[in-house]
């Protein structure tokens, strides 16, 4: 199974900040198959990221995923209010097909 | 639009068993491969199971592997999770997912409670 181990477990930041997220995989994960999610509390997991670097159908520029050997990161370029909430990487490439943990970004 | 609503989920003692319904509407159902995803009160997603569109291939994890079985009936636009000998670490809100390799779409969960 492949593991996927996300950092920072938290993330306190201030709107108009930048936010780097990380999501390091247990073994190697094609790009392709390396997706990003938002959840809200009470919500859905909405789809950010695709294919590593994708964003999903009206997502906005700020989100920008990018991918470098087993490690992948979510950029979130200036923070805004909506974007606090809980963010989780997803390999779909091979089954069974895996989570991390999440980030949580919290407002400062 | 498309929508995804599942149903079925509740209040289960530990041994049990449960079946789990997902609709879908807005797109053509058997073009899409189908994924289950849980997730445990305040804890992280969990991926469950997933079903090709002809139910070809099914895959699980291995927490739920031999108690519960995926299944799926296009002419209803449905997907099924039968989940048996439930135990307590299967209590979770239980979303359905339409597939594109990633998960592009989610139903707004069903929550499954196993508990004496």
């Known amino acids: 199974e492949i593991v996927l181990t996300q950092s920072p477990g938290t993330l306190s930041l201030s709107p108009g900040e930048r936010a780097t997220l990380s999501c390091r995989a247990s073994?190697?994960?094609?790009?392709?198959?390396l997706g990003w999610y938002q959840q809200k509390p009470g919500q859905a997991p909405r789809l950010l990221i695709y294919g590593a670097s994708s964003r999903a159908t009206g997502i906005p520029d700020r989100f920008t995923g990018s991918a470098s050997g087993t490690d992948f990161t979510l950029t979130i370029s200036r923070l805004e209010p909506e974007d606090f909430a809980v963010y989780y990487c997803h390999q779909y490439g091979i089954s069974p097909y895996t989570f991390g943990q999440g980030t949580k970004v919290g407002i400062k | 639009e498309v929508h995804l609503v599942e149903s079925g989920g509740g209040l289960v003692q530990p041994g049990r068993s449960l079946r789990l319904s997902c609709v879908a509407s807005?797109?053509?159902?058997?073009?899409?491969?189908m994924h289950w995803v849980r997730q445990a009160p305040g804890k992280g997603l969990e991926w469950v199971s997933g079903?090709?569109?002809?139910?070809?291939?099914?895959n699980y994890a291995d927490s739920v592997k031999g108690r519960f079985t995926v299944s799926r009936d296009n002419a209803k636009n449905s997907l099924y999770l039968q989940m048996n000998s439930l135990t307590i670490a299967d209590t979770a809100l239980y979303f359905c997912?339409?597939?594109?390799?990633?998960?592009?779409?989610w139903g707004q969960g069903t929550l499954v409670t196993v508990s004496s």
């Open positions: 073994q190697i994960v094609s790009s392709t198959y």
């Open positions: 997912a339409r597939n594109q390799g990633y998960l592009d779409y």
């Open positions: 807005g797109f053509i159902f058997d073009d899409y491969a």
């Open positions: 079903i090709t569109w002809n139910s070809g291939r099914i």
